[in-house]
């Protein structure tokens, strides 16, 4: 059926009709619309005569509404009700392709960022929000959809998947010291190691090394600041296998000697249960598994 637009009443004076009715005040309409008395006022009037029928009577300051006015704001009031349903339907529909991701700096820097391309790809109608944090968010409480964390997987309330672990081993730019680089880790003095928040001593004690954990200078707490502190040449770096991947592939850094060290934490995807059961939650839940995978069979021994 044709609707002939040209007959509908103006939608703001509707609006401001069924909130007077409601009211049945001017003032109090006024006030829930966020206009003036006198514009509820000239608004209902000019609806009237648009219908040619009264709608409200006036006796003074008091207001009364018609009973041709009740039916009429009924009608009105059940057609704007439709319209916010329908508003409400959509917008709950855009918020459910909505997806939230939280994961430590680094990994989203360097490991997550690169492939998430190929994800939005296959569900292109996914608005995808990535937060970078190194901090162990309330997933519930921040409304996050999915956390990305390196840890122990003790994580109360959430359902926990392990993804990969990792291993630690030094890197070093082809550049460094005239690229005149150590072939033994018995050349290796504290004043060339970098420092983060990853102990070396596990990596001394894995490669024979009766030295100490370094001490003094920079102290890097992002591995991301680590990397590129040791790709301009300024010293030694135990990085993480997954998040230096890149740097070597690309001959950026080069890995030194066979010495590799199994972290004792692993990557984790957590997820609150109800978040779980959203589709675009286990599209990305399916999609980030099918990557890890596709990652372990290069990555080998590192992310077992």
Known sequence: ??????????????????????????????????????????????????LGVALFTRHGKRL????????????????????????????ADTRQKRLTVSSIPSFAARWLAPRLGRFIDQHPDTELVLQSSGQLHDLVRDSIDVGIRFGSGKYPGLVVEKLMGDAYYPVVSPTYNGACLPTSVLQLKPEQLLRSDEPW????????????????????????????????????????????????????????????????????????????????????????LAEVAKFREHAGVFVA
């Open 1 to 50: 059926m044709t609707i002939d637009l040209r007959r509908l009443p103006n939608l703001a004076a509707l609006r401001a009709f069924e909130a007077a009715a409601r009211h049945q005040n001017f003032s109090h309409a006024a006030q829930e619309v966020h206009v003036t008395h006198g514009a509820i006022s000239h608004q209902v009037r000019a609806l009237e005569q648009e």
């Open 64 to 91: 009364a509404i018609t009973p041709q006015g009740e039916r009429f704001a009924q009608v009105v009031r059940n057609a704007l009700q439709e319209i916010v349903g329908a508003a409400e339907v959509l917008r």
């Open 201 to 288: 001593l596990p990596w001394f004690q894995a490669a024979g090394l009766p030295l100490a954990e370094p001490t003094g200078g920079v102290r890097f707490q992002d591995l991301s600041l680590l990397i590129r502190s040791a790709m301009d040449g300024d010293g030694i770096a135990l990085v993480r296998h997954v998040v230096a991947t890149q740097e070597i592939a690309a001959g950026e850094l080069v890995r030194l000697f066979d010495v590799a060290v199994k972290s004792p934490n692993d990557y984790y995807l957590a997820c609150p249960p109800e978040a779980l059961r959203k589709p675009q939650v286990q599209a990305f839940r399916d999609w980030l």
